[in-house]
């Protein structure tokens, strides 16, 4: 093989390697995958707080629309903002202060926010959410796409973002308590 033969094979490897790579780098781009953070508490949502060996002290509450807990003995506890580990806490340490010597609480969330869904569906509304919850399954849950319906792309506002994000609507695209989905429209 010539010199000039094996530097040509030689660049035009180089080229289709520096093709793929940016070619990749640009798919990851476009195919953002949503992270869903750890669920906070916020008003409606209903919880369980079980004071173990303590009847009284265990119950099913609902965080008020000012974002607190009213629970025995200890009056409103602020719960919007936390997580549910994080009221734990809050009321284990509340209990230590001079009700109970060392409290073990457990707390979890019985019902969610709802989601929301609006657009190019067939039913737009509010929802129930349930755990695990994909854009498909609130597709789903609202009777399913319109035949306008533009099946690549969703828009999601978070219950506490200012403004809506695209996302490639994919049967992995993760919805949180409380989200606004839009369906947009195709053009052809």
């Known amino acids: 093989m010539s010199f000039l033969t094996r530097r040509g094979v030689a660049v035009a490897l180089l080229a289709a390697t520096f093709c793929m790579q940016g070619g990749a780098a640009a798919g990851q781009a476009a195919e ?3 992270e869903v953070p750890e669920y906070r508490l916020g008003a409606g949502d209903k919880i369980r707080v079980i004071t173990f060996g303590e009847e009284d002290l265990t119950g099913e509450f609902q965080v008020g629309g000012a974002g607190k807990v009213s629970l025995p003995l200890l009056g409103e506890l602020e719960a919007s ?7 734990q806490g809050r009321v284990e340490a509340a209990l230590k202060q ?4 060392d409290p073990r609480v457990s707390v979890e969330v019985l019902n969610y926010r709802p989601f929301y869904i609006l657009g190019e569906v067939t039913k737009p509304g509010e929802y129930p959410y349930t755990n695990g919850l ?3 399954n609130a597709v789903a849950t609202a009777n399913g796409f ?3 319906a533009n099946k690549s792309r969703v828009f999601i506002k978070r219950a506490d973002g200012e403004k809506e994000e695209a996302f490639p609507l ?5 919805v949180a308590p409380g ?3 839009r369906i947009g429209e195709r053009f052809f």
Do not use: Q
Not at 81 to 87: D, K, N, P, V
Not at 170 to 174: E, F
């Open 134 to 136: 994909t854009v498909l």
């Open 81 to 87: 903002g936390l997580t549910a580990r994080e009221f």
């Open 98 to 101: 001079g009700y109970l010597k």
């Open 170 to 174: 994919t049967s992995t695209t993760k």
């Open 146 to 148: 319109t035949y306008r």
């Open 32 to 34: 953002a995958v949503r």
């Open 179 to 181: 989200d606004t989905i």
